[in-house]
Each structure stands twice: as structure tokens, then as C-alpha cells.
Nanobody, 119 residues
Framework: EVQLVESGGGLVQPGGSLRLSCAAS????????MRWARQAPGKGLEWVAR???????YYKDSVKGRFTISGDNAKNLVYLQMNSLKPEDTAVYFC?????????????WGQGTQVTVSS
């Protein structure tokens, strides 16, 4: 059974940092395409970052230079390092696995972790 469990969310002041973690199991993590997405209250789901098994990464323009996605194959973990956080980054953040190596679509999601950026 595929499982994705996010952690590391919380309350942070504007300009602060958080590191989210996603513990993965039930599939071959080292060859998977993983991504982070977020959903703000009353808003739709928004793609944030994606990482391929080669290490190649892609980011939504609004988070480029501030967020970094990475993976640890030895621990089956995906991270999202978030720096210079803004109030508009407030959302529930989800870890997801893409259905194939092309990174074309998601087939599994985690439960999400809340990130709140506020003074």
C-alpha cells in the first residue's frame, strides 16, 4: 500500500523558514517522481514543486529562489525547504507521487500539513 505522510508544518512569521518532510512507503522511491502542492482556504489545489529521480527539479514561479525540493533515497523522504515565507504561502501542503516517470500526473497524495505565515 502506498503511503505518504507529511510533517513539519506550523506557524511562522513572514520572512521565516520551515522544512516540510514526507515519509514515503509502498513503492520504489528512488525511481519515483515526487511533488509538493498546496491548497489555501477557499482556493484550488496549486502545484508548488516537483523532483524527478535524476534530481531535476521544477518550481512554480512564485516560489522560485525561496523553496527547495529534495529527496533522501536512503530514508525514503521528500523535503520542502521553505525560506523567506510570505503570508500568501499559507496553505495546507500535500506531498504527492506521480503515476509514472514522465511526471505527467499524480496517483497518490498524503494527508497534508498546515503552514500558516502570520505576524
Amino acid at each position: 500500500e502506498v503511503q505518504l505522510v507529511e510533517s513539519g508544518g506550523g506557524l511562522v512569521q513572514p520572512g521565516g523558514s520551515l522544512r516540510l518532510s514526507c515519509a514515503a512507503s509502498g513503492f520504489t522511491f528512488s525511481t519515483a517522481v515526487m511533488r509538493w502542492a498546496r491548497q489555501a482556504p477557499g482556493k484550488g489545489l496549486e502545484w508548488v514543486a516537483r523532483i524527478f529521480s535524476t534530481g531535476t527539479t521544477y518550481y512554480k514561479d512564485s516560489v522560485k529562489g525561496r523553496f527547495t525540493i529534495s529527496g533522501d533515497n536512503a530514508k525514503n523522504l521528500v523535503y520542502l525547504q521553505m525560506n523567506s515565507l510570505k503570508p500568501e504561502d499559507t496553505a495546507v501542503y500535500f506531498c504527492a507521487k506521480d503515476r509514472d516517470a514522465l511526471g505527467s500526473a499524480v496517483d497518490y497524495w498524503g494527508q497534508g500539513t498546515q503552514v500558516t505565515v502570520s505576524s
